[in-house]
Protein backbone atom coordinates (compact mmCIF):
# COMPACT_ATOMS: atom_id res chain seq x y z
CA UNK A 1 0.00 0.00 0.00
CA UNK A 2 2.84 2.77 1.02
CA UNK A 3 4.56 1.40 -1.95
CA UNK A 4 1.29 2.01 -4.05
CA UNK A 5 0.97 5.51 -3.12
CA UNK A 6 4.54 6.82 -3.72
CA UNK A 7 4.13 5.14 -7.20
CA UNK A 8 1.11 7.15 -7.82
CA UNK A 9 2.70 10.39 -6.36
CA UNK A 10 6.03 10.05 -8.65
CA UNK A 11 3.79 9.55 -11.57
CA UNK A 12 1.40 12.32 -10.74
CA UNK A 13 4.86 14.50 -10.60
CA UNK A 14 6.20 13.24 -14.20
CA UNK A 15 2.79 13.53 -16.17
CA UNK A 16 3.62 17.62 -15.83
CA UNK A 17 7.20 17.28 -16.58
CA UNK A 18 6.44 15.29 -19.32
CA UNK A 19 4.06 17.48 -20.78
CA UNK A 20 6.10 20.27 -20.50
CA UNK A 21 8.88 19.25 -21.75
CA UNK A 22 6.60 17.92 -25.06
CA UNK A 23 5.44 21.46 -25.04
CA UNK A 24 8.03 23.08 -25.01
CA UNK A 25 9.59 20.75 -27.91
CA UNK A 26 6.68 21.87 -29.62
CA UNK A 27 7.25 25.37 -29.27
CA UNK A 28 11.06 25.28 -30.50
CA UNK A 29 9.90 23.08 -33.10
CA UNK A 30 7.11 26.11 -34.05
CA UNK A 31 9.48 29.18 -33.53
CA UNK A 32 11.95 27.10 -35.87
CA UNK A 33 9.43 26.52 -38.84
CA UNK A 34 8.79 29.99 -38.04
CA UNK A 35 12.16 31.46 -38.44
CA UNK A 36 12.54 29.51 -41.64
CA UNK A 37 9.14 30.18 -43.26
CA UNK A 38 10.10 34.06 -42.64
CA UNK A 39 13.71 33.31 -44.08
CA UNK A 40 12.25 31.74 -47.76
CA UNK A 41 9.68 34.53 -47.70
CA UNK A 42 11.52 37.14 -46.70
CA UNK A 43 12.73 39.74 -50.13
CA UNK A 44 16.29 37.95 -51.76
CA UNK A 45 17.67 41.28 -50.96
CA UNK A 46 17.32 44.96 -50.00
CA UNK A 47 17.63 46.03 -53.97
CA UNK A 48 15.16 47.86 -55.14
CA UNK A 49 16.10 47.14 -58.86
CA UNK A 50 13.72 46.03 -61.26
CA UNK A 51 13.98 43.14 -62.89
CA UNK A 52 11.68 42.29 -65.93
CA UNK A 53 10.25 38.82 -66.21
CA UNK A 54 8.03 36.89 -68.80
CA UNK A 55 5.09 34.20 -67.37
CA UNK A 56 4.63 32.27 -71.05
CA UNK A 57 0.99 31.17 -71.06
CA UNK A 58 0.88 27.37 -70.15
CA UNK A 59 3.77 27.45 -67.54
CA UNK A 60 3.59 25.05 -64.80
CA UNK A 61 3.93 26.28 -61.57
CA UNK A 62 7.24 24.52 -60.96
CA UNK A 63 8.77 26.31 -64.36
CA UNK A 64 7.41 29.92 -62.55
CA UNK A 65 8.94 28.83 -59.95
CA UNK A 66 12.62 27.96 -61.05
CA UNK A 67 11.99 31.15 -63.22
CA UNK A 68 11.93 33.35 -60.46
CA UNK A 69 14.33 31.82 -58.41
CA UNK A 70 16.79 31.71 -61.10
CA UNK A 71 16.63 35.80 -61.25
CA UNK A 72 17.13 35.30 -57.83
CA UNK A 73 13.20 36.76 -56.91
CA UNK A 74 12.63 33.72 -54.61
CA UNK A 75 15.10 31.64 -52.41
CA UNK A 76 13.32 28.15 -52.70
CA UNK A 77 11.00 27.17 -55.55
CA UNK A 78 9.90 24.68 -53.33
CA UNK A 79 8.71 26.94 -50.91
CA UNK A 80 6.96 29.03 -53.65
CA UNK A 81 5.25 25.94 -54.71
CA UNK A 82 4.12 25.49 -51.36
CA UNK A 83 2.95 28.55 -50.78
CA UNK A 84 1.14 28.49 -54.30
CA UNK A 85 -0.67 24.75 -52.87
CA UNK A 86 -1.49 26.62 -49.38
CA UNK A 87 -3.88 29.83 -50.56
CA UNK A 88 -4.54 27.32 -53.72
CA UNK A 89 -4.02 29.57 -56.71
CA UNK A 90 -2.15 27.76 -58.68
CA UNK A 91 -4.41 28.02 -61.63
CA UNK A 92 -4.87 31.54 -60.97
CA UNK A 93 -1.41 32.98 -61.51
CA UNK A 94 -1.57 34.85 -64.94
CA UNK A 95 0.89 35.12 -67.80
CA UNK A 96 2.43 38.02 -68.78
CA UNK A 97 5.96 40.84 -68.47
CA UNK A 98 6.33 41.55 -64.78
CA UNK A 99 8.49 44.24 -63.51
CA UNK A 100 9.67 43.03 -59.64
CA UNK A 101 12.41 43.57 -57.45
CA UNK A 102 14.27 41.72 -55.18
CA UNK A 103 13.27 43.22 -52.11
CA UNK A 104 9.61 42.36 -52.55
CA UNK A 105 8.38 38.73 -50.23
CA UNK A 106 7.37 35.91 -51.58
CA UNK A 107 4.04 36.70 -50.67
CA UNK A 108 4.01 39.64 -52.69
CA UNK A 109 5.38 38.51 -55.73
CA UNK A 110 2.69 35.64 -55.60
CA UNK A 111 -0.15 38.86 -55.56
CA UNK A 112 1.41 40.08 -58.40
CA UNK A 113 1.68 37.34 -60.50
CA UNK A 114 -2.11 36.16 -59.21
CA UNK A 115 -2.92 40.07 -59.64
CA UNK A 116 -1.60 40.04 -63.76
CA UNK A 117 0.34 42.49 -65.09
CA UNK A 118 0.09 41.17 -68.66
CA UNK A 119 1.85 43.12 -71.90
CA UNK A 120 0.03 42.86 -74.95
CA UNK A 121 1.50 42.36 -78.63
CA UNK A 122 -0.36 42.57 -81.98
CA UNK A 123 0.02 40.19 -85.11
CA UNK A 124 -1.38 41.54 -88.41
CA UNK A 125 -1.72 38.64 -91.16
CA UNK A 126 -3.03 40.20 -94.21
CA UNK A 127 -5.19 38.28 -96.14
CA UNK A 128 -4.43 35.75 -98.96
CA UNK A 129 -0.26 35.26 -97.98
CA UNK A 130 0.65 32.24 -97.70
CA UNK A 131 2.14 29.86 -94.37
CA UNK A 132 5.78 30.36 -95.09
CA UNK A 133 5.06 34.23 -95.79
CA UNK A 134 3.33 34.56 -91.97
CA UNK A 135 6.05 32.59 -91.05
CA UNK A 136 8.79 35.03 -92.07
CA UNK A 137 6.28 37.80 -90.74
CA UNK A 138 6.49 36.78 -87.57
CA UNK A 139 10.00 36.03 -87.38
CA UNK A 140 10.68 40.04 -89.09
CA UNK A 141 7.67 41.59 -86.35
CA UNK A 142 10.13 40.27 -83.56
CA UNK A 143 8.64 37.32 -81.92
CA UNK A 144 10.22 34.30 -82.44
CA UNK A 145 12.08 33.06 -85.68
CA UNK A 146 10.44 31.53 -88.81
CA UNK A 147 11.67 27.79 -88.26
CA UNK A 148 9.55 27.67 -84.96
CA UNK A 149 6.85 29.08 -86.42
CA UNK A 150 6.77 26.39 -89.39
CA UNK A 151 7.32 23.91 -86.59
CA UNK A 152 4.37 25.03 -85.01
CA UNK A 153 2.44 24.60 -88.17
CA UNK A 154 3.78 21.73 -88.67
CA UNK A 155 2.19 19.93 -85.05
CA UNK A 156 0.63 16.82 -85.44
CA UNK A 157 -1.32 17.35 -82.58
CA UNK A 158 -2.67 21.19 -83.85
CA UNK A 159 -3.63 19.65 -87.27
CA UNK A 160 -5.59 16.46 -86.23
CA UNK A 161 -7.69 18.62 -84.31
CA UNK A 162 -8.12 22.01 -86.92
CA UNK A 163 -7.42 20.71 -90.47
CA UNK A 164 -8.83 18.22 -92.48
CA UNK A 165 -7.33 14.95 -92.79
CA UNK A 166 -3.97 14.78 -95.10
CA UNK A 167 -3.83 18.45 -95.22
CA UNK A 168 -1.17 21.19 -94.10
CA UNK A 169 -2.21 24.40 -92.45
CA UNK A 170 -1.54 26.01 -95.68
CA UNK A 171 -5.00 28.20 -95.72
CA UNK A 172 -6.41 27.32 -92.21
CA UNK A 173 -4.34 30.16 -90.70
CA UNK A 174 -7.25 32.88 -90.83
CA UNK A 175 -6.07 36.08 -91.62
CA UNK A 176 -6.79 39.02 -89.01
CA UNK A 177 -5.07 40.94 -86.38
CA UNK A 178 -4.41 38.73 -83.22
CA UNK A 179 -3.69 40.05 -79.57
CA UNK A 180 -2.04 38.03 -77.39
CA UNK A 181 0.72 38.05 -73.99
CA UNK A 182 4.01 38.43 -74.75
CA UNK A 183 6.22 35.65 -74.79
CA UNK A 184 3.68 33.47 -76.33
CA UNK A 185 4.73 30.85 -78.03
CA UNK A 186 4.46 30.15 -81.74
CA UNK A 187 2.41 26.95 -81.41
CA UNK A 188 -0.15 29.17 -78.85
CA UNK A 189 -0.37 31.70 -82.01
CA UNK A 190 -1.11 29.10 -84.88
CA UNK A 191 -3.64 27.87 -82.65
CA UNK A 192 -5.18 30.79 -82.17
CA UNK A 193 -5.26 31.27 -86.21
CA UNK A 194 -6.34 27.65 -86.62
CA UNK A 195 -9.56 27.81 -83.84
CA UNK A 196 -10.31 31.19 -85.65
CA UNK A 197 -10.47 29.95 -88.94
CA UNK A 198 -12.75 27.02 -87.53
CA UNK A 199 -15.31 29.41 -85.85
CA UNK A 200 -15.59 31.01 -88.79
CA UNK A 201 -16.60 27.73 -90.89
CA UNK A 202 -20.11 27.35 -89.31
CA UNK A 203 -22.60 25.10 -89.97
CA UNK A 204 -24.24 27.76 -92.37
CA UNK A 205 -21.47 27.99 -94.39
CA UNK A 206 -20.96 23.95 -94.13
CA UNK A 207 -24.29 23.10 -95.23
CA UNK A 208 -23.61 26.39 -98.47
CA UNK A 209 -20.85 24.48 -99.88
CA UNK A 210 -22.84 20.85 -99.47
CA UNK A 211 -25.48 22.21 -101.54
CA UNK A 212 -22.64 23.35 -104.06
CA UNK A 213 -21.27 19.66 -104.26
CA UNK A 214 -17.56 21.06 -102.29
CA UNK A 215 -15.98 20.12 -99.32
CA UNK A 216 -14.32 22.98 -97.01
CA UNK A 217 -11.14 21.88 -98.06
CA UNK A 218 -12.43 22.47 -101.64
CA UNK A 219 -14.00 25.75 -100.85
CA UNK A 220 -10.80 27.04 -98.98
CA UNK A 221 -8.70 26.51 -102.05
CA UNK A 222 -10.89 27.61 -104.58
CA UNK A 223 -11.33 30.89 -102.12
CA UNK A 224 -7.11 31.28 -101.50
CA UNK A 225 -7.22 31.65 -105.96
CA UNK A 226 -9.84 34.41 -105.79
CA UNK A 227 -8.06 36.01 -102.84
CA UNK A 228 -4.57 36.13 -104.87
CA UNK A 229 -6.74 37.45 -107.94
CA UNK A 230 -8.84 39.70 -107.23
CA UNK A 231 -8.17 43.17 -107.43
CA UNK A 232 -10.52 44.74 -104.73
CA UNK A 233 -13.56 43.21 -102.60
CA UNK A 234 -16.38 44.50 -104.95
CA UNK A 235 -14.85 41.95 -107.75
CA UNK A 236 -15.13 38.99 -105.82
CA UNK A 237 -18.13 37.70 -106.31
CA UNK A 238 -17.34 38.17 -110.27
CA UNK A 239 -14.14 36.72 -110.18
CA UNK A 240 -15.73 33.70 -108.21
CA UNK A 241 -18.23 33.25 -111.24
CA UNK A 242 -15.22 32.44 -113.59
CA UNK A 243 -14.18 29.98 -111.83
CA UNK A 244 -17.40 28.36 -110.73
CA UNK A 245 -18.38 28.85 -114.55
CA UNK A 246 -15.02 26.73 -115.80
CA UNK A 247 -15.16 24.25 -113.13
CA UNK A 248 -18.69 22.93 -114.32
CA UNK A 249 -17.10 22.34 -117.87
CA UNK A 250 -14.28 21.29 -116.81
CA UNK A 251 -11.87 23.44 -117.93
CA UNK A 252 -8.43 24.28 -116.94
CA UNK A 253 -8.57 27.32 -114.45
CA UNK A 254 -5.43 28.92 -115.70
CA UNK A 255 -5.16 30.93 -112.89
CA UNK A 256 -1.40 32.57 -112.45
CA UNK A 257 -1.08 32.91 -108.90
CA UNK A 258 -1.44 28.70 -108.83
CA UNK A 259 1.69 28.70 -110.89
CA UNK A 260 3.07 31.35 -108.28
CA UNK A 261 2.67 29.23 -105.68
CA UNK A 262 4.08 25.92 -107.47
CA UNK A 263 7.40 28.14 -108.33
CA UNK A 264 7.85 29.38 -104.86
CA UNK A 265 5.96 32.87 -104.92
CA UNK A 266 8.90 34.53 -107.12
CA UNK A 267 8.62 38.48 -107.29
CA UNK A 268 8.23 38.64 -110.87
CA UNK A 269 5.67 38.29 -113.85
CA UNK A 270 5.67 34.89 -115.10
CA UNK A 271 6.68 34.01 -118.38
CA UNK A 272 5.51 31.08 -120.73
CA UNK A 273 7.90 28.65 -119.54
CA UNK A 274 6.34 29.19 -116.61
CA UNK A 275 3.37 27.84 -117.59
CA UNK A 276 4.72 24.75 -118.37
CA UNK A 277 6.17 23.84 -114.82
CA UNK A 278 5.58 20.70 -113.32
CA UNK A 279 3.55 20.60 -110.48
CA UNK A 280 -0.12 19.64 -109.09
CA UNK A 281 -0.47 23.55 -108.54
CA UNK A 282 0.20 24.55 -112.11
CA UNK A 283 -3.94 24.90 -113.32
CA UNK A 284 -2.54 25.07 -117.07
CA UNK A 285 -1.88 22.02 -116.96
CA UNK A 286 -4.20 20.26 -115.03
CA UNK A 287 -7.56 20.69 -114.68
CA UNK A 288 -9.71 21.31 -111.59
CA UNK A 289 -8.71 22.70 -108.68
CA UNK A 290 -5.56 22.63 -107.30
CA UNK A 291 -4.52 19.61 -104.46
CA UNK A 292 -4.91 22.57 -101.81
CA UNK A 293 -4.48 26.35 -100.66
CA UNK A 294 -2.72 28.09 -102.10
CA UNK A 295 -2.25 30.92 -99.18
CA UNK A 296 -4.73 31.93 -96.43
CA UNK A 297 -7.90 33.67 -97.67
CA UNK A 298 -10.09 36.02 -95.76
CA UNK A 299 -13.64 35.71 -95.12
CA UNK A 300 -14.59 37.87 -98.81
CA UNK A 301 -13.09 35.31 -100.59
CA UNK A 302 -14.20 32.08 -98.78
CA UNK A 303 -17.79 33.81 -99.05
CA UNK A 304 -17.12 34.31 -102.81
CA UNK A 305 -16.06 31.12 -103.27
CA UNK A 306 -19.27 29.89 -101.36
CA UNK A 307 -21.92 32.68 -103.54
CA UNK A 308 -20.40 33.52 -107.06
CA UNK A 309 -22.34 35.95 -109.06
CA UNK A 310 -24.21 34.23 -111.61
CA UNK A 311 -22.61 35.72 -115.08
CA UNK A 312 -21.99 33.84 -118.25
CA UNK A 313 -18.16 35.29 -118.03
CA UNK A 314 -15.13 32.52 -118.31
CA UNK A 315 -12.70 35.01 -119.01
CA UNK A 316 -10.87 38.02 -117.10
CA UNK A 317 -7.71 40.03 -117.41
CA UNK A 318 -6.09 43.28 -115.92
CA UNK A 319 -6.93 45.95 -116.99
CA UNK A 320 -6.12 48.61 -114.47
CA UNK A 321 -4.77 48.60 -110.41
CA UNK A 322 -7.46 46.70 -109.23
CA UNK A 323 -9.86 46.38 -111.62
CA UNK A 324 -10.04 43.47 -114.30
CA UNK A 325 -12.41 43.16 -117.68
CA UNK A 326 -14.69 39.85 -117.89
CA UNK A 327 -15.31 38.37 -121.26
CA UNK A 328 -17.95 35.58 -122.11
CA UNK A 329 -15.71 34.42 -125.34
CA UNK A 330 -12.01 34.18 -126.08
CA UNK A 331 -11.89 36.00 -129.21
CA UNK A 332 -12.63 39.01 -127.01
CA UNK A 333 -10.24 37.96 -124.51
CA UNK A 334 -7.81 38.09 -126.40
CA UNK A 335 -9.19 41.15 -128.18
CA UNK A 336 -9.06 43.38 -124.48
CA UNK A 337 -5.32 41.77 -123.83
CA UNK A 338 -4.12 43.17 -127.08
CA UNK A 339 -5.93 46.61 -126.10
CA UNK A 340 -3.92 46.81 -122.69
CA UNK A 341 -0.80 45.19 -124.58
CA UNK A 342 -0.89 48.07 -127.08
CA UNK A 343 -1.36 50.70 -124.02
CA UNK A 344 0.98 49.77 -121.77
CA UNK A 345 3.88 49.72 -124.68
CA UNK A 346 2.73 53.30 -125.45
CA UNK A 347 3.15 54.92 -122.05
CA UNK A 348 6.52 53.37 -122.45
CA UNK A 349 7.60 55.82 -124.96
Known amino acids: MFLRNIGSVLTQKRVPRFASYTLGCLGVICFSLVLIGGYYFS ?17 ST ?5 HLATNNLIRSPLAFKIAVRYRGIGTQLRAGTYQLSRDMSLTRILDELKKGQIEYQTF ?8 KAIAELWESSGYGTAETFVAAMQSTELRQKYVPEGVTAEGYLFPDTYKFAKGSTAETIVQIMLAEAEKRWDETLAKEAKALGFTRHQIITLASIIQREAGSESEIPRIASVFHNRLKHNWRLQADPTVLYALGDPKRLLTRADLKVVSPYNTYLHKGLPPGPIGNPGMASILGALRPEETSFYYFVAIDEGQHHFSKTLAEHNRIIRQVKRRKASSNR
Request: charged share 15%; glycine share 6%.
Open 124 to 131: TVPEGITA
Open 43 to 59: PTAPSEEIVTITIAPGN
Open 62 to 66: TKIAK
